[in-house]
Every structure is written in structure tokens, then in C-alpha cells.
């Protein structure tokens, strides 16, 4: 089946360690997305690409990256820089811009 | 203060009640999408609205998007527990590939 994959669900980080959060999706689509969402606040886009090697930051940056070297995979890595990095991951695929994001199941990040 | 706006931030019905939850923005809609959220899980897409004016259905739930194209209503009918979940409005803003999404509706149905 077509979908979004989204791994691991639950990861847990130290002090000072980067973790990467994977994000693969079979959908042939084009643009993909990072959210991080918090209790009460809705979603906020970290990062989106819409092609291939090119991406721009959303509206929380600071402390992520992520790289889009293959159109199937955009992977997250939240750095030591990320101060508060506890939240619910959510990342998002998107075929072309007036059409809906498909999402997937969410990977919950806390720290030890 | 949100670009979008959602109310109620929450719902308690019992089952079989109607409901209905808004989304309104401050600038023009280019498109409007519903979503459901279970705790802990995805998004997932219930309905897409372009058009000023447009209604769509799906099973018991019906979302229209106004004529000036900035706000939405989700509408529910004879509710089950099978609704209960998080409601999100996205939108797109500016015509690009960019979202923004309202801070959702907590919707819980009573047996």
C-alpha cells in the first residue's frame, strides 16, 4: 500500500546527543514536510522540499536540519542545539500544491 | 494571535447530538483541508475546499468553505464515538506549498 513510514515511533535523547527521525514515503510525490506538534499549539513547519536536493526552512528551524538526496526520503535530525526537542514529529507528503499533505503516524522524541 | 482560528478548542456531545466547528482565517483561503487526529497518531485528510461557496460530504460529516473564502465549517450529524478526536483546519495562504494549520478541536462523544 501507498503511504508515508515514519521511524521509530517513540526515541529518547540525552544531553547533548543529535538524533535523526526517518520519514520515507512511496506516494512518487514531490514535496514533503517536517512538523513538530505540541500540546495546544497545533502544528509548526520546521522544514518542507519540493524537489529533490533543495529545501527551506519553516517557521522553527533553529536546532533541526534535514537533507533530500532521494525523492522517497527526507530525514530529520533535531541537534543538540534544540533546547526543548520533547514534542510529537509529524512529517507530511504532498504531490502538488493544491492538493492535500498525507501524513504519517508520528514518531514521539523525550529526553532522558 | 493564530492565523488561523479554530472554536471550540474542545467539545463534549452525547452521542447522536449534532455539532459543528470552525475554522476562520484573516486573509484569503486558497484551499482549506480538514483533518481528524487520534492522540498519538497522524493526520488523516477527511476534506479538501477551493471554491467560495463549495460544500462536500463524506458519510456524516460535511464541511463547507463560505463565499469569501475565509472560514470553514466542519458539521457533524448524529454524532458516534467513532468522531471523537482531534479536528485541524490547514490552509493554504499564499498560494505556495506552505501550510499553516489552526490549533484544532477536541471533540469528544459521550455513550
Known amino acids: 500500500d501507498g503511504g508515508i513510514t515514519q521511524s521509530p515511533k517513540y526515541l529518547f535523547r540525552k544531553e547533548g546527543q543529535n538524533v535523526t527521525l526517518s520519514c520515507e514515503q512511496n506516494l512518487n510525490h514531490d514535496a514533503m514536510y517536517w512538523y513538530r506538534q505540541d500540546p495546544g499549539q497545533g502544528l509548526r513547519l520546521i522544514y518542507y522540499s519540493q524537489i529533490v536536493n533543495d529545501f527551506q526552512k519553516g517557521d522553527i528551524a533553529e536546532g533541526y536540519s534535514v537533507s533530500r538526496e532521494k525523492k522517497e526520503s527526507f530525514p530529520l535530525t533535531v541537534t543538540s542545539a534544540q533546547k526543548n526537542p520533547t514534542a510529537f514529529y509529524l512529517c507530511a507528503s504532498q504531490a502538488v500544491s493544491n492538493q492535500p499533505q498525507h501524513f504519517g503516524d508520528g514518531t514521539r522524541l523525550s529526553i532522558l | 494571535s493564530q492565523e488561523l482560528e479554530q472554536s471550540p478548542q474542545s467539545l463534549i456531545v452525547q452521542e447522536g447530538k449534532n455539532l459543528t466547528i470552525n475554522c476562520t482565517s484573516s486573509?484569503?483561503?486558497?484551499?482549506l483541508y480538514w483533518y481528524k487526529q487520534k492522540y498519538g497518531e497522524g493526520l488523516i485528510f477527511l476534506m479538501m475546499l477551493q471554491k467560495g461557496g463549495e460544500e462536500k460530504s463524506h458519510e456524516k460529516i460535511t464541511a463547507k468553505l463560505d463565499e469569501k473564502k475565509q472560514q470553514s465549517s466542519l458539521h457533524i450529524t448524529a454524532s458516534q464515538p467513532s468522531h471523537a478526536g482531534i479536528y485541524l483546519c490547514g490552509a493554504d495562504l499564499s498560494g505556495t506549498y506552505k501550510y499553516i494549520f489552526g490549533t484544532g478541536t477536541r471533540l469528544k462523544v459521550l455513550a
Open positions: 486573509k484569503t483561503l486558497y484551499g
